[in-house]
């Protein structure tokens, strides 16, 4: 669902096809394509690392999906803390289909409004835990403007973040990543990207972050994949 439109984005030969697709969501459709993500320069850079080079030339082509909502971004994160991915999504599926409007066959992700209107109960009720429910309802009924957090700095895109109660770097490194596709986000914390980075370089992320400068961002999404889709 984009602005309420159910739309269908499909693989096709050199690309992918979109419908409907129009200038009325044409913005978001393209964020949502990782279209923000310049990888030309990505590529040169990444030719002369042992690792990353042969992982960006079998992934050629590929861009992170980004996410065009800021609270929608926040509150992903927040369900995905400290669970699995598979869990984490059954979660965002269930609240989804109760407090997001339908349109044809889709749900669209709630509203802030909406989930400010939310109870805890609500909430616990669909999976979250009790603290969950409250970091999002706090986040959904909180007077920050997170859309002016795109015009602002990484440090302090994360001070602000981290400032809310229940949302930690993690959070702020993947929203900086995820939606703002700031080219330097390196989220240290996450227990996947620091299995890939040891298991393909032998070292921590800290010590390798600064060794990716200035593409950490689609470094540590072409590890994640990388690491996925390695055969066997």
Do not use: C
């Amino acid at each position: 669902m984009v602005r309420g439109r159910e739309v269908r984005i499909e693989a096709a030969p050199g690309g992918v096809d979109v419908a409907p697709l129009d200038d009325e969501i044409r913005v978001e459709v393209l964020k949502l394509l990782g279209l923000e993500f310049d990888l030309p320069p990505f590529y040169a850079w990444s030719q002369t690392d042992p690792v990353l080079g042969p992982i960006a030339l079998r992934l050629a082509g590929f861009r992170p999906p980004l996410s065009p909502d800021p609270f929608e971004t926040l509150v992903t994160s927040i369900t995905a803390q400290q669970v699995s991915l598979f869990a984490a999504f059954a979660i965002r599926s269930r609240m989804i289909e109760r407090f997001g409007e339908r349109a044809d066959l889709a749900y669209a992700f709630p509203t802030r409004e909406r989930l400010a209107q939310a109870t805890e109960a609500e909430l616990v009720a669909v999976g979250f835990s009790r603290r969950k429910a409250e970091y999002t309802i706090s986040l959904a009924r909180s007077d920050v403007d997170l859309d002016a957090l795109a015009t602002l700095e990484d440090d302090e895109v994360r001070a602000r973040i981290t400032a809310l109660r229940g949302l930690g770097p993690w959070t702020a490194e993947w929203f900086l990543a995820r939606h703002l596709a700031r080219p330097r986000a390196w989220p240290v914390g996450d227990i996947a990207l620091q299995k890939a980075v040891l298991s393909l370089y032998g070292v921590g992320v800290e010590e390798m972050g600064p060794r990716l400068d200035p593409f950490q961002n689609l470094s540590a999404h072409y590890l994640l994949t990388g690491a996925r889709t390695a055969a066997p």
